[in-house]
C-alpha cells in the first residue's frame, strides 16, 4: 500500500504545455491533505557532443528572470505524448539546428518529483550536423554555442549552469562513460 492515497482530484489549470490538479490525500496515520501536482509529458534533454564540445542554448527563464545555459530540451506542444527519441531528435532541430547521426539512450529523470509527474529521458547526440533552428515564438530570444569541456565544467563551478536536467544529464553522461 502506498503512504498516501489519492481521495479525489481537480484539475485547476490547463494550458497547451501542463494541467495543474489538486488531489485530497489520506496517509498511512489516517490524516488528510493536498497535493498540487503538476502534470506534464515526458520531455527530452539532449546533449550534443562532438568528443570535446558540448553545444548549449541559453533562453530568458521567466521564472527566475534570469537568462541560463542549458542543454537543449523540451516537451512536445498540446501536452502530446511523443516517442523519447522522435521528441530528443525534434527538439534538438528545433532548438539548435543540429541533426545528429547517432542518438544514444542514457537514462531517465524525474524532473521535480516533489511537484509534478513529469519524467525526463536523456540522450547523447553524436554525428552532428548543422541544419537550421526552427524555434518556437517562446524561443525567439535563444542563443546557442559551443563549449569545451573543460569551460562547461567551469560553468557549473562558478554557479553560469545551474539547471537540474542539464546537470543530471551530464551525470547521467559521465556515468555511460565510466561504462
Known amino acids: 500500500m502506498d503512504p ?27 490524516s488528510e491533505g493536498i497535493y498540487a501536482v503538476v502534470d506534464k509529458p515526458t520531455c527530452a534533454v539532449i546533449i550534443p557532443f562532438d568528443g570535446a564540445w558540448f553545444h548549449l542554448v541559453e533562453q530568458f527563464r521567466y521564472p ?13 506542444p498540446n501536452r ?5 527519441l522522435e521528441l530528443a531528435a525534434r527538439e534538438l532541430r528545433e532548438e539548435t539546428g543540429l541533426i ?5 539512450d542514457l537514462g531517465r529523470t524525474d524532473v521535480a518529483p516533489g511537484i509534478s509527474s513529469q519524467r525526463g529521458r536523456v540522450f547523447l ?4 550536423t548543422q541544419g537550421e533552428a526552427q524555434r518556437e515564438v517562446e524561443e525567439q530570444d535563444m542563443r546557442t554555442a ?4 573543460d569551460e562547461f565544467e567551469k560553468m557549473i563551478v562558478t554557479g553560469d ?3 537540474a536536467q542539464t546537470l543530471a544529464a551530464y551525470t547521467l553522461l559521465l556515468m555511460h562513460e565510466r561504462g
Open 4 to 30: 498516501v492515497q489519492r481521495v479525489s482530484s481537480r484539475e485547476v489549470y490547463r494550458n497547451d504545455w501542463m494541467t495543474v490538479r489538486e488531489d485530497a490525500v489520506r496517509r498511512l496515520d489516517g
Open 64 to 76: 527566475l528572470g534570469q537568462r541560463r545555459w542549458e542543454f537543449p530540451m523540451g516537451t512536445a
Open 80 to 84: 502530446a505524448d511523443v516517442p523519447p
Open 100 to 104: 545528429a547521426g547517432s542518438m544514444t
Open 125 to 128: 547526440a553524436t554525428d552532428l
Open 146 to 149: 559551443w563549449f569545451e569541456l
Open 161 to 163: 549552469i545551474t539547471d
